[in-house]
């Protein structure tokens, strides 16, 4: 089986476009570099709201792409393939079983895994697996723990002779390429040095994601949130350190708070700017209120619990998903990045709605502030 594949920026796997091809909002057709072959790509949590909207892109992206929908619940998985059509099955696959999952890769081309959250994992599962079937690997992951011990696999993937991509959701996948864009253009003016950079982001309810950024955010709330500071790495409590944040049209001031997300440590690694942190906000605002009383009544033993965050997520999940009727799904990411001349840069993506459309509103500003 060949593994030549070049990733699609939007996640599909592709070798050219036609201009002239049908388009999904507004992105061309994608058409497969050998049309006689049966590409195959698994998506992992293909049941859920992130994995069931990667699969549905895809398959608009790439009809002739076969789709695997890989998931535990077999009701849900043959719903979303009577959705997606002929080119499409479910594969009951739980990714805590190394032998299902290497069964489940050793016939497609590609795995995207988007079965989280990626809180809390002991171990890179489907990373691993993939590697040892030789299978092209993409995930979403927005845990700092997980990117880096994925990251820590890079040479087993290269000796694997696989493409392997981790973080590459919406956070921190497109903010860590505003920030590498913002830093790039900033160093190439030669009028300053990079010197502070503060991730802001906003979801109105679960932006979408249901409850797995349900869950996500309350296993966050059990992790002491690192920061870096002209230099050097700092140590906060989750949920503290509010900002108020102005998102542009449409959204506006938004109050965020400190959480301890993935790419805070690789801006700073990779990007070598010596001062920055991230920050998250919800509405309605007493979302955050809850969410800040939260870190203040369970111990971080409990809310990195699983089985226990779970449960809470079980609990308060029909509640959100009601209000989310109200808030609606709009979802903006800020970056902010101050030189040593004074000069400042701020970069916004917005999106009012990401589980139907995946096209951002996007701005770039610059000032002298």
């Known amino acids: 089986m060949a593994r030549a594949l070049l990733l699609h920026p939007y996640g599909a796997t592709v070798r050219a476009s036609s201009s002239t091809a049908k388009s999904y909002d507004g992105v061309p057709e994608v058409k497969l570099s050998d049309p006689t072959r049966n590409y195959r790509v698994l998506v992992l949590g293909g049941t859920g709201r992130v994995g069931g909207s990667t699969a549905t892109a895809l398959s608009k992206l790439c009809p002739k792409l076969r789709i695997v929908v890989g998931g535990?619940?077999?009701?849900?998985?043959?719903?979303?393939?009577?959705?997606?059509?002929?080119?499409?099955?479910f594969a009951q696959v739980d990714i805590n079983d190394a032998k299902m999952l290497e069964t489940s890769l050793r016939d497609v081309d590609l795995v995207v895994h988007a079965a989280g959250p990626f809180q809390q994992a002991?171990?890179?599962?489907?990373?691993?697996?993939?590697?040892k079937t030789k299978t092209a690997y993409l995930d979403v992951c927005d845990d700092t723990s997980y990117a880096f011990?994925?990251?820590?696999?890079?040479?087993?993937?290269?000796?694997?002779?696989?493409?392997?991509?981790?973080?590459?959701?919406?956070?921190?996948?497109v903010s860590n390429v505003?920030?590498?864009?913002?830093?790039t253009a900033a160093r190439s003016e030669d009028k300053g040095k990079p010197e502070k950079l503060r991730f802001s982001y906003y979801t109105a309810g679960t932006g979408g994601a249901g409850p797995t950024i349900l869950a996500t955010s309350f296993l966050l709330l059990g992790e002491e949130v690192i920061a870096y500071k002209q230099g050097e790495?700092?140590?906060?409590?989750p949920y503290s350190g509010m900002i108020n944040v102005d998102f542009g049209k449409g959204i506006r001031k938004r109050d965020v708070y400190l959480l301890n997300l993935p790419e805070v440590r690789s801006t700073h690694e990779v990007l070598e700017v010596p001062t920055v942190s991230a920050r998250f906000g919800t509405a309605p605002?007493?979302?955050?209120?809850?969410?800040?009383?939260?870190?203040?009544?369970?111990?971080?033993?409990?809310?990195?619990?699983?089985?226990k965050v779970q449960q809470m997520v079980e609990l308060f999940d029909p509640v959100v998903r009601a209000m989310d009727g109200f808030s609606g799904e709009r979802v903006s990411m800020r970056v902010d990045l101050e030189c040593s001349d004074g000069r400042s840069t701020v970069g916004i993506y917005s999106h009012k709605k990401l589980s139907s459309r995946w096209c951002f509103n996007r701005r770039f500003c610059s000032s002298n502030a």
Do not use: H, Q
């Open 72 to 89: 535990r619940n077999r009701e849900k998985g043959e719903a979303m393939v009577a959705k997606l059509g002929e080119n499409s099955e």
């Open 122 to 131: 002991p171990r890179c599962t489907v990373l691993e697996a993939a590697i």
């Open 149 to 173: 011990r994925a990251k820590s696999l890079e040479a087993e993937a290269v000796a694997a002779n696989i493409p392997a991509i981790t973080t590459a959701g919406i956070y921190p996948g």
């Open 178 to 183: 505003m920030a590498a864009e913002m830093v």
């Open 233 to 237: 790495k700092v140590k906060l409590r």
């Open 285 to 307: 605002f007493f979302w955050n209120w809850g969410m800040e009383i939260m870190t203040k009544v369970l111990s971080p033993e409990v809310l990195r619990d699983r089985t």
